[in-house]
């Protein structure tokens, strides 16, 4: 795992932060060292497969980057799935592309359902027959305003009792819990490593990229757009996920 070092030195201008080259080739020991509980996300994409995924459906990871849930997904869906992994950024994809081909050569024991790769926006994909969707720390790239169409688009493709796993960055109405929590975030960041330097400069470059919501503006949201049923299950500082149920 390469070593996340992008904003160890100091930078003239910091620049709007992109998924290009260098942040896939850091990517893993980037979101480990800064997104609390990450591994209990994906590990949540794998049961929601386990308990959602409907034999000859469609499932779809959006803003797959490396594939982590990807993998997660294709490992426990039935064989008669397709599995579409979305990205629009090439980095991303080519990557993953490239450990599904070595994967593929070393499934000598038992087959896994198909998955195809896109490497497009996610609001250009039409939902379809859906069991599972995967948005792990997606939406929140969106601007705020085009975040309800693509969650009406989702649920209108998604098959009753199917399973939305929805994992965001937060923040809270309350100034006080507001601070709290992203003092607890800070000091995570430098529990892992990270410089001052470095915390600065890629908050800097995340401005106005990562935009985040408080939990009742998602999970209002989520019922507007057609989700009979809409749950935080898991919450650490100002990282939580949601399950949503059609």
């Known amino acids: 795992m390469n070593q996340d070092r992008i904003y160890s030195q100091p930078l003239v201008q910091v620049g709007q932060f992109e998924f290009d080259d260098s ?7 980037m979101i480990a060292r800064s997104v609390p509980g990450y591994s209990s996300m994906l590990a949540m994409a794998e049961q929601i ?12 990871d959006l803003g797959c980057s490396l594939g982590a849930a990807t993998q997660r997904i294709r490992q426990h869906a039935p064989t008669s799935c397709q599995l579409h992994a979305v990205d629009n950024s090439a980095a991303m994809i080519a990557r993953l592309s490239k450990q599904l081909l070595q994967d593929r050569a070393n499934e000598t024991t038992h087959s896994l359902c198909e ?26 790239f969106l601007p705020p305003a085009e975040r309800t169409p693509l969650l009406q688009s989702i649920a209108h493709g998604m ?12 923040c809270f109405d309350d100034p006080e819990e507001q601070q ?5 975030h800070l000091d995570f960041k430098r529990a892992h490593g990270y410089s001052e330097l470095e915390i600065a400069q890629k908050r800097s470059s995340l401005e106005e990229t990562l935009i985040p919501e408080s939990l009742s503006a998602h999970l209002q949201r989520l019922r507007v757009c057609g989700f009979r049923q809409a749950s935080v299950w898991f919450q650490c500082f100002n990282f939580a996920s949601m399950i949503a149920i059609r």
């Not at 994909?125 to 939406?139: C, D, E, F, G, W």
């Not at 098959?159 to 939305?164: K, R, S």
């Not at 709290?180 to 607890?184: A, F, G, N």
């Open 23 to 29: 942040v896939a080739d850091v990517f893993p020991d």
């Open 180 to 184: 709290l929590m992203t003092d607890l």
């Open 159 to 170: 098959l009753p009792g199917g399973a939305l796993l929805l994992s965001e960055k937060v």
């Open 115 to 140: 998955t195809i790769l896109h490497e497009t926006d996610i609001r250009s994909v039409a939902v379809q027959n859906a069991s599972v969707v995967v948005l792990n720390l997606t939406l929140q």
């Open 49 to 60: 497969t386990q308990t959602h995924a409907v034999p000859d459906s469609q499932l779809y």
